[in-house]
């Protein structure tokens, strides 16, 4: 439909944008499109976040001003990248770009759509290549949302068939996260994204 896959772009913002509660689905989600192991990060706390450090200091999510907004930009092993913006300042919201070679597709409040866009190395218009186009996508699904995620989840417990997003997506997120801070701690450098400490042979 679109393509091999280029990139994915995130924007969640708005007045609870925050890492721990809020921006960690939308890293989940950029690490389960990417489907790759992360390579390194940089990353950007909102303002006024800016010595936040290195450790959770929020407070389940009750409390916004406790977590910082991000923007952060991941790349992939397999050469996908994904950026993440999301700071407070910005209107509450979540819109996704899933990008390929050929076309993107777009999902926001307004609903999904896929836009094919002429490729061309020249910004003269080429009759040749056609106009750029946009095909809405229809969802085909009974059951979403939490109730989508509660059948998936006991269907495999019952059955030991795989989830959709694993185990392993989840640890992914673990591991940005922890790169995220490191990079804006550090000034908002390039760092590598490194397996959790319980992996690496350290305590939980």
């Given at each position: 439909?679109?393509?091999?896959?280029?990139?994915?772009?995130?924007?969640?913002?708005?007045?609870?944008?925050?890492?721990?509660?809020?921006?960690?689905?939308?890293?989940?989600?950029?690490?389960?499109?990417?489907?790759?192991?992360?390579?390194?990060?940089?990353?950007?706390?909102?303002?006024?976040?800016?010595?936040?450090?290195?450790?959770?200091?929020?407070?389940?999510?009750?409390?916004?001003?406790?977590?910082?907004?991000?923007?952060?930009?991941?790349?992939?092993?397999?050469?996908?990248?994904?950026?993440?913006?999301?700071?407070?300042?910005?209107?509450?919201?979540?819109?996704?770009?899933?990008?390929?070679?050929?076309?993107?597709?777009?999902?926001?409040?307004?609903?999904?759509?896929?836009?094919?866009?002429?490729?061309?190395?020249?910004?003269?218009?080429?009759?040749?290549?056609?106009?750029?186009?946009?095909?809405?996508?229809?969802?085909?699904?009974?059951?979403?949302?939490?109730?989508?995620?509660?059948?998936?989840?006991?269907?495999?417990m019952w059955t030991g068939s795989p989830?959709?997003?694993?185990?392993?997506?989840?640890?992914?997120?673990?591991?940005?996260?922890?790169?995220?801070?490191?990079?804006?701690?550090?000034g908002n450098v390039r760092v590598a994204?490194?397996?959790?400490?319980?992996?690496?042979?350290?305590?939980?």
């Amino acid at each position: 439909m679109i393509g091999d896959l280029v990139q994915v772009l995130i924007e969640s913002g708005g007045p609870r944008a925050m890492l721990w509660r809020i921006h960690t689905h939308a890293i989940d989600l950029l690490t389960y499109f990417a489907d790759a192991e992360p390579d390194w990060v940089f990353a950007d706390l909102e303002p006024g976040m800016e010595n936040y450090g290195t450790a959770y200091r929020g407070d389940g999510g009750r409390d916004a001003s406790k977590e910082p907004g991000v923007n952060a930009y991941i790349t992939y092993r397999n050469g996908v990248r994904g950026l993440l913006t999301g700071w407070k300042r910005i209107p509450q919201d979540m819109v996704v770009h899933v990008v390929g070679r050929d076309a993107r597709i777009e999902l926001d409040v307004e609903g999904m759509r896929v836009i094919r866009t002429p490729v061309s190395d020249s910004r003269m218009p080429s009759p040749e290549l056609g106009k750029p186009y946009t095909v809405p996508v229809v969802p085909q699904y009974s059951v979403a949302g939490m109730s989508a995620a509660l059948r998936e989840l006991i269907g495999a417990m019952w059955t030991g068939s795989p989830l959709v997003s694993s185990g392993e997506t989840a640890r992914r997120t673990v591991a940005i996260t922890d790169a995220i801070l490191r990079s804006a701690a550090q000034g908002n450098v390039r760092v590598a994204v490194t397996p959790p400490p319980w992996e690496a042979g350290g305590t939980e």
